[in-house]
């Protein structure tokens, strides 16, 4: 396990931080041929279908990595009492978010069938072992790991910043979470420095993938055709951005690690106490600025605006969400058969076109 320190120096431009080069040429994401002809099948053109199956595939992964989270937050002691040093709702919320994921995964592939396409099935993936820890299912066999994670954690400052990735604006890390466990894959002492750390990266962690899928939801909503299909991307994609915020504020709240030196997980910026001067003491960086500061937004000839960012396909779409989750170690252990089926859904889901922009 790696320290985790606060730092400067390691910058992301997108919502995923991706820094690791993919072997393939469709895992760079580079192009593979023409775009889906909009051809309709069951009332759904090639692009909206490509686009629910790409969004059904990300949600069935979501809801694997949540499950883990939430066995371990309902039924692990050190691990719960670690979360909750981050708020005393933590294990709920977890909960809550993986009950939300199940019903994503299922509502898109029941929606696609009713229209007559393909549903997403990724079970024969299903291989990566589970955590031995008290409260996991420990012979459930997994989609995704998360016992050595590289988490970017960039989105802190990028949303308190008047920049915005898809202008090439970068961010540094808040801290640096390199090759560690988001969650024990054994018992620990409750209230130790280990169980400790092993939370605040799940903290954190929780905020990455919720604000990622924010930033895909929205990538991929012009994209979308018909009106059932718009309606769909923005209504689960709002979802996304409800995480996200309750896990940005709960992410602020995390301890240094240890306690009395932050050697291992630094003190985050914590703003002056407030007092009754009409003056807001914060500063821009500061854990309780968990609301978007405005940022540049379509040209920046407009005035800055609070806006989700980024959400251009370059930064924001199917392909860089999946080369995020690769770089963050979640798909550790995968086969190459997985990757180059979840790699054609994210180009195929890029490559889709609302019907009035052909």
Not at 41 to 65: C, F, P, Q, V, W
Not at 169 to 174: A, K, N, S
Not at 319 to 336: D, N
Request: aromatic share 8%; proline share 8%.
């Amino acid at each position: 396990m790696k320290p985790c320190l606060a730092s400067t120096g390691a910058l992301s431009s997108s919502a995923w931080a991706s820094e690791a080069p993919l072997s393939s040429r469709q895992r760079a994401g580079l192009p593979v041929g023409p775009g889906p002809k909009q051809i309709q099948r069951g009332g759904l053109s090639s692009g909206d279908a490509a686009i629910l199956r790409l969004l059904a595939a990300a949600e069935i992964l979501e809801t694997d990595l949540w499950q883990q989270y939430n066995e371990l937050a309902l039924g692990n002691a050190a691990f719960q009492q670690a979360l909750q040093v981050l708020d005393g709702d933590m294990p709920t919320y977890v909960n809550q978010n993986t009950r939300d994921e199940f019903t994503h995964q299922d509502f898109l592939n029941a929606y696609l069938l009713s229209k007559g396409q393909r549903p997403v099935n990724l079970e024969r993936f299903r291989t990566l072992p589970s955590s031995q820890a008290t409260g996991a299912n420990k012979t459930a066999k997994r989609l995704t790991s998360l016992m050595n994670l590289t988490v970017d954690t960039s989105w802190y400052t990028r949303y308190r910043s008047a920049g915005n990735p898809d202008f090439g604006d970068t961010f540094p890390q808040i801290v640096n979470l390199v090759d560690v466990p988001g969650i024990p894959n054994s018992d620990l002492p409750v209230m130790s420095d280990a169980i400790q750390l092993i939370a605040n990266t799940a903290g954190f962690h929780f905020a990455t993938i919720e604000q990622g899928g924010s930033s895909l939801y929205d990538s991929l909503l012009p994209k979308a055709s018909s009106h059932e299909v718009i309606k769909i991307v923005a209504a689960i994609g709002g979802t996304e951005v409800m995480h996200f915020e309750i896990w940005q504020d709960k992410a602020g709240n995390a301890p240094p690690v240890p306690l009395s030196t932050g050697a291992l997980f630094p003190q985050l910026p914590i703003a002056p106490d407030q007092t009754p001067n009409g003056i807001d003491p914060a500063a821009p960086i500061d854990t309780n600025q968990v609301m978007p500061r405005p940022c540049k937004f379509i040209s920046t000839s407009l005035p800055l605006c609070s806006v989700i960012r980024p959400t251009s396909t370059q930064h924001a779409g199917a392909v860089a969400a999946f080369r995020g989750f690769t770089a963050m170690g979640l798909f550790q252990g995968q086969s190459q058969a997985f990757f180059d089926l979840v790699f054609s859904l994210a180009n195929a889901a890029d490559q889709a076109q609302a019907e009035n922009d052909q």
